[in-house]
């Protein structure tokens, strides 16, 4: 069965400071895959999505991602984080089957402090 | 476009008692999805439709809850009966058709807070 897993549970940074959060999945055909993101209050909005070609993905908001297929990984990155980047961010992941169902990772929590 | 919309956005109900969450997914969209958010299990989905018929229940409880779509713009999940356990944040997606083996984006509603006293 697919699964996906986010190592990092809660992350605390400063203003300014790199970011990088993990993201591992299983599963050995070709998948998709995506990053959302919750603010406080609020509902999951995507910020990118990997569905082929170049593995490095740039969504919005600065955030980008890099898909290593021989690590089954696609961890999210963002050179300089700010205040408001404080918000829930989950990875998911779907075999590229036509099935439209999404397996998510148990979220990742992102702290940034002033 | 006005987005995936949901109501109510807050239920506080007793154990025991009926529970409806209702869901209006973005006009076009062939496919709805029904998750569940707790701090415990983080996003489980539920279920999720296809052009209104069920694809996949097999996150669902089927005992108490259930899960409909009646027409292509309206979908419903009911508890009954509700217990302290269902309390948690229920969200509806919806999203495209998958095309040549790629997944479409889905678009989540604001979700319903649901606290089962």
């Known amino acids: 069965a697919q699964s996906v897993s986010q190592h990092n549970h809660h992350v605390i940074l400063s203003e300014a400071a790199s970011l990088e959060l993990g993201c591992n999945y299983s599963?050995?055909?070709?998948?998709?895959l995506f990053w959302y993101v919750q603010y406080p209050g609020q509902h999951l909005q995507l910020l990118l999505k990997?569905?082929?070609?170049?593995?490095l993905v740039k969504g919005i908001k600065g955030f980008e991602a890099e898909f290593i297929k021989s690590k089954f990984s696609f961890n999210l990155r963002k050179p300089s984080v700010q205040w408001s980047d404080t918000a829930e961010y989950f990875c998911?992941?779907?075999?590229?089957?036509?099935?439209?169902?999404?397996?998510f990772g148990q979220g990742t929590t992102l702290q940034v402090k002033p | 476009d006005a987005g995936v919309i949901q109501s109510p956005r807050h239920e506080v109900t007793e154990m025991g008692q009926e529970v409806t969450l209702r869901c209006k997914p973005i006009?076009?969209?062939?496919?709805l999805f029904w998750y569940r958010q707790t701090m415990m299990q983080g996003l489980e989905l539920l279920v999720y439709?296809?052009?209104?018929?069920?694809?996949?229940d097999s996150g669902m409880p089927k005992d108490r809850f259930s899960a409909k779509m009646p027409n292509a713009s309206f979908s419903t999940l009911k508890i009954q009966p509700s217990e302290p356990r269902d309390s948690a944040v229920y969200f509806c997606?919806?999203?495209?058709?998958?095309?040549?083996?790629?997944?479409?984006?889905?678009?989540f509603g604001p979700g319903t807070r649901l606290l089962v006293l």
């Open positions: 997606a919806s999203s495209l058709a998958p095309s040549g083996g790629l997944q479409e984006t889905q678009y």
């Open positions: 006009s076009g969209h062939d496919y």
């Open positions: 990997y569905f082929s070609g170049d593995p």
């Open positions: 599963y050995g055909g070709t998948v998709n």
């Open positions: 439709f296809n052009n209104k018929a069920v694809m996949d």
């Open positions: 998911a992941v779907n075999a590229a089957s036509n099935t439209g169902k999404l397996i």
